[in-house]
């Protein structure tokens, strides 16, 4: 059993779980993921290690509530324990000296492209970083991304920070740089991964993605994680999850996602009918 360290509730629907794992810990590295099992009866689903600590022995994780194993996630309280922490899983995200490289984090990508950014800083690059979000009171971990970053932009939909609109803003900020970006790294959701590729295709920046396909296993074993990717099958969890955002089959990997969509759905709106009915 792994026990609960920490628990809370950061900014609405965005939950910060910091767990006892001493073996994960000592081994995990930026852009690498856990699978996480909230209880005996419930699924596996892999989460992003946002942070952690060898001496310790406690790795931490962004969790956004979105169905019924997230909601499980998000309801444990420090002290509580947890079936399954496995990793850390996947290829770690490509640490080299590359010159000016932009960070892009939206929704649970803020805290996960977190360790992404302090390591390419410490590899001595220039850190860009820029976070997206519906509106300002969603934003989290601002100083902690400053702290590894030469300069951080904000981009809001309702313009109460930064940037009013979406991610296409990213051009002008990408413009008003005295630098060239060499390389430009993005964690968070599907659309957010897939529109700030289409964004800096034109601008010809290399791009490299956190992809995030439903997974069962984690190790290759399954294969409902497939993606294509330049025209060829790959394996997130094996693979990846990280792949270069402009030859990912985007339109096959957002229908893949949709495919479990009533079933995900239905036993989260039950659950928490149920949960009503027991408090009323
Ligand atoms: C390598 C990897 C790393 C990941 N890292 C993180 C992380 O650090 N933090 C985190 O919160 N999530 C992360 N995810 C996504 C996370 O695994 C899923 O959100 C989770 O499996 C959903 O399980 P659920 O049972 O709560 O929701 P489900 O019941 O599976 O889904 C409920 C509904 O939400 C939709 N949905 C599912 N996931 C998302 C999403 N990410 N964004 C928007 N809508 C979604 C589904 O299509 C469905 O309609 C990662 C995924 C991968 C593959
Ligand atoms: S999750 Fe099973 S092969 Fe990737």
């Not at 909230?38 to 022995?57: F, H, K, L, M, T």
């Not at 390591?119 to 400053?146: D, H, M, Q």
């Not at 659309?191 to 791009?207: A, M, N, V």
Request: with cysteine; charged share 25%; net charge negative.
């Amino acid at each position: 059993m792994f026990k609960v360290i920490t628990s809370e509730m950061i900014v609405p629907n965005i939950h910060l779980l910091v767990l006892e794992a001493p073996a994960i810990a000592r081994e995990v590295k930026p852009g690498q993921f856990v699978i996480l099992r909230p209880d005996e009866e419930g699924e596996r689903i892999p989460i992003s290690v946002a942070d952690w600590d060898a001496e310790e022995g406690t790795v931490t994780a962004v969790i956004m509530n979105v169905g019924s194993t997230t909601d499980k996630l998000a309801s444990l309280e420090a002290g509580m324990s947890i079936p399954t922490v496995v990793g850390p899983l996947g290829n770690p995200t490509k640490i080299e000296r590359f010159g000016t490289v932009l960070c892009l984090g939206g929704c649970y990508g803020i805290g996960s492209v977190f360790p992404i950014a302090r390591a390419l800083k410490e590899k001595g690059n220039k850190v860009i970083t820029v976070i997206e979000a519906r509106s300002s009171y969603l934003f989290y971990w601002e100083e902690r991304l400053r702290e590894v970053s030469d300069k951080v932009f904000y981009i809001t939909r309702d313009g109460t920070k930064g940037y009013r609109g979406h991610i296409e803003r990213l051009q002008e900020i990408v413009k008003s740089l005295e630098e060239p970006v060499d390389r430009m790294i993005i964690n968070g959701c599907t659309f957010l991964l897939k529109r700030g590729s289409d964004t800096s295709r034109p601008l010809e920046i290399s791009t490299v993605v956190s992809l995030n396909p439903i997974m069962i296993d984690g190790t290759g074993m399954c294969g409902v994680c497939r993606v294509t990717v330049g025209s060829t099958t790959r394996f997130a969890c094996v693979h990846g999850p990280d792949f270069d955002g402009h030859q990912v089959d985007w339109d096959e990997l957002l229908q893949r996602r949709k495919t479990y969509m009533a079933e995900e759905v239905i036993p989260l709106r039950t659950s928490r009918c149920e949960e009503h009915i027991d408090r009323s």
